[in-house]
Structures are given as C-alpha cells and as structure tokens.
C-alpha cells in the first residue's frame, strides 16, 4: 500500500506570495491533518479535515486553510506569505473513525524569502 | 503553554546501551501517548503508543512506561544500535481526537558505535 504523498518536496516563494501544498491520503484514510514542523516550536497541529469537512482546528491564523476533496486528497493554503511560515509542513492520514494511528508523509519544505 | 514536556533533548548512548526518553503532561484528558521516530528527510513514523489502562507496553527492544498518577511517560530502547540514532517525539492527544497530536519538543538520539 502506497504511504502518505505529498507534492513539491520543496518550495521556495516570497514573503507575500501564496502557496498551495498537495496531500494525497493512504488509499481508504479519510482524515487528512496537517502539521507544521519548525525547530523553535516543534511539531504543531494545523487542522484536520475528515469527508471533506474541516472537523479540528490547531491555533493558526487565518491566512492557513485547507480543504480536502471527495477522494480525500487535501490541499492546504497560505496566503500573504512570512518569513515566519518557513517550515517542513506534513501531512498525515488516518482511517478516521476509532482507534486508527496517524500516518505521515515526508512533507513539504516551505522556504520563505 | 507547552502541554507535553519531553527531556532530554539531546542523548548520545553507546552501542547495546539503554536509551530513556521521559515526557510529563498537564491535561488529565489526554488518553492515547505514541512515539514517533524521525530520520531526517523523513515524516515521523510511528514506533509504539499507549492508553493509560496500562504501566507498560513492550514491542520489540521498545518499551513504553506509563504512570498516570504522575502524568509522565517514558521510552526505553533496549540494545540501542546506531540505527536507532533519530528524533524521537512523544505525543498525547484526546480519544476523540487521534489525529489532533500535541507533541513534545523531541529528542535527538545518537547510538555510538
């Protein structure tokens, strides 16, 4: 079974752009979260999305969304880019229901400029 | 308010030496604690976990203590290799919510050979 993909590897914009980063869930996972990864603050929980609903929300601002498509794949957003929002982003998939482990990807590394 | 406190957060150890992580939390809801190891380039990937119904779980040369009393837990590598030498995360989230993990800082461990 194909793992967590997550697409680009890596990333350089500038401060005020936009990025779009792409998940694509273990193949039956229907909860897709999203982490951000930064050496100051550590692994921290962005949202999670479950059958295309946002069901859990991490303490970010509002320029971060998300959304997650009918075949579970989600997308997540940032908008008016900081040099603070470099980091490794991850994405983790899980069943969703019960007791099921969270499953990562090897994220995406945003470089802010 | 970091609500999972992993030490240390470094650690070297020989070579078939015990390698021990600790962890303390604050939030009496927590109910579900994994550990994820991380290699660099790499998602974190999960190792073991444990629910508070038990003082100890055992997987291999891996092994989680738990006291719930004094809301800490512990990782144990037994036999360490150089192998094993990663990031190692604690993590606790709420039975409602697996996928929404508060993670501890980390510790970087380095087996010598």
């Known amino acids: 079974k194909a793992g967590v993909t997550q697409t680009p590897r890596y990333l350089i914009k500038t401060r005020g752009q936009q990025v779009t980063l792409s998940c694509s869930p273990i193949s039956g996972h229907r909860s897709v979260s999203w982490y951000q990864q930064t050496p100051g603050q550590g692994l921290q929980f962005l949202f999670e999305?479950?059958?295309?609903?946002?069901?859990n929300k991490g303490n970010f601002p509002g320029r971060f969304s998300g959304r997650q498509f009918s075949n579970s794949r989600s997308e997540m957003n940032v908008s008016t880019l900081e040099l603070g929002d470099s980091a490794l982003y991850l994405c983790?998939?899980?069943?969703?229901?019960?007791?099921?482990?969270?499953?990562f990807g090897n994220g995406t590394r945003l470089t802010v400029t | 308010q970091q609500q999972v406190k992993q030490s240390p957060q470094s650690l070297i150890v020989q070579k078939g030496g015990i390698s021990i992580i600790n962890c303390a939390y604050e939030n009496t809801a927590f109910d579900y604690f994994p550990w994820y190891q991380q290699f660099p380039g790499k998602g974190p990937a999960l190792l073991i976990a444990i629910r508070p119904d038990v003082s100890e779980k055992k997987e291999g040369r891996f092994t989680i203590s738990f006291n719930k009393s004094a809301k800490q837990f512990s990782l144990h590598i037994m036999d360490s290799q150089p192998g094993d030498s990663a990031t190692y995360f604690c993590?606790?989230?709420?039975?409602?919510?697996?996928?929404?993990?508060?993670f501890g800082k980390g510790t970087m461990l380095l087996v010598s050979p």
């Open positions: 983790a998939s899980t069943v969703g229901q019960g007791n099921s482990p969270l499953h």
């Open positions: 999305y479950f059958s295309e609903t946002q069901r």
């Open positions: 993590a606790a989230s709420l039975n409602s919510g697996y996928s929404t993990l508060t």
